[in-house]
C-alpha cells in the first residue's frame, strides 16, 4: 500500500506558466482534499472532493482549479501561476465516513518566480 | 480562517521529560483531531476525541478536550528525540464534518 502520493515533490514555475499537481490514493478512499501550507499559517483548505466527479471550494480556491474524473485520483491545476502561490501543498484523503481521519501525501514544494 | 489556535508556539524539552501543548477552538465541534508533521514530511493523525469525550489515552499520548471552554490538551509523556516534530490540531464542526480546519501548530524540540 503506497498510501497517498503526489507528484511532482518540486517544482520551480515562472509567473504566468501553468501547472498540474497529481495526488493519487489507494486506500479506495471517498474523499480527498487539498492544502496549501505557509510558514505560520498552518494548513488551509484549497478545494476538496466527497466522490468521484464532484469537487467543491474550500477556503482559499481563488487562482486553483481541480478535478477527480476517477476515485483515486484528484488533480490540482494552477493555471496562470502568481507568486503569492508558492508554498507547500499537501493532498489528503478519508474514508468518508465519521469522524473524516485523513491521511496525507509528503507534499509538493512548489516556487513561483 | 484558522479556527484552532496552538499554544506555545515552540516547545524545547529534554529527553524524559513530558510535552503539553493546547487547543483552543471557536464554535462547537463534531469532534478534535491532532496530527504530527516531522519536518518536510505531510502530516500524520495521531489520536482523536470525539465532543462527547473528556479524555482519551494512545500509548504515551493523553488527550482532554474542554468543550465549555473550547480547548484540547496534548500531552506527550516520557519524550523522545523523535518525538521533535511540529503538532497540530484539527477541528471538524459540526455540520461541516467532512472539513478539518487546522490550527498553525507547536513545533517540538526534544533534546537529548
Known amino acids: 500500500n503506497a498510501g497517498v502520493t503526489q507528484t511532482p515533490k518540486f517544482r520551480v514555475l515562472k509567473t504566468g506558466q501553468s501547472m498540474t499537481l497529481l495526488c493519487a490514493q489507494d486506500?479506495?478512499?471517498?474523499?480527498m482534499y487539498w492544502y496549501r501550507q505557509d510558514p505560520g499559517m498552518g494548513l488551509r483548505l484549497i478545494h476538496y472532493s466527497v466522490g468521484e466527479g464532484t469537487t467543491a471550494k474550500g477556503e482559499v480556491p481563488d487562482g486553483y482549479n481541480v478535478s477527480r474524473l476517477k476515485k483515486q485520483n484528484f488533480l490540482l491545476g494552477l493555471e496562470s501561476a502568481a507568486p503569492s502561490q508558492t508554498s507547500v501543498y499537501f493532498c489528503?484523503?478519508?474514508?468518508?465516513?465519521?469522524?473524516?481521519?485523513?491521511?496525507f501525501g509528503p507534499g509538493t514544494r512548489l516556487t513561483v518566480t | 480562517s484558522q479556527q484552532g489556535e496552538e499554544d506555545p508556539q515552540a516547545l524545547s524539552i529534554q529527553e524524559g521529560e513530558n510535552a503539553t501543548m493546547n487547543c483552543s477552538y471557536k464554535t462547537s465541534i463534531n469532534n478534535l483531531q491532532w496530527y504530527r508533521q516531522n519536518s518536510g514530511r505531510g502530516l500524520v493523525h495521531l489520536i482523536l476525541i470525539r465532543s462527547n469525550e473528556r479524555e482519551k489515552h494512545s500509548g504515551r499520548l493523553r488527550v482532554t478536550l474542554d468543550t465549555s471552554k473550547k480547548s484540547s490538551s496534548l500531552l506527550i509523556t516520557a519524550s523522545r528525540a523523535a518525538d521533535t516534530a511540529s503538532y497540530f490540531c484539527a477541528t471538524g464542526y459540526t455540520g461541516t464534518a467532512s472539513k478539518l480546519t487546522f490550527g498553525t501548530g507547536t513545533r517540538l524540540q526534544v533534546t537529548l
Open positions: 489528503a484523503s478519508s474514508t468518508g465516513l465519521a469522524p473524516y481521519e485523513q491521511y
Open positions: 486506500m479506495n478512499h471517498e474523499y
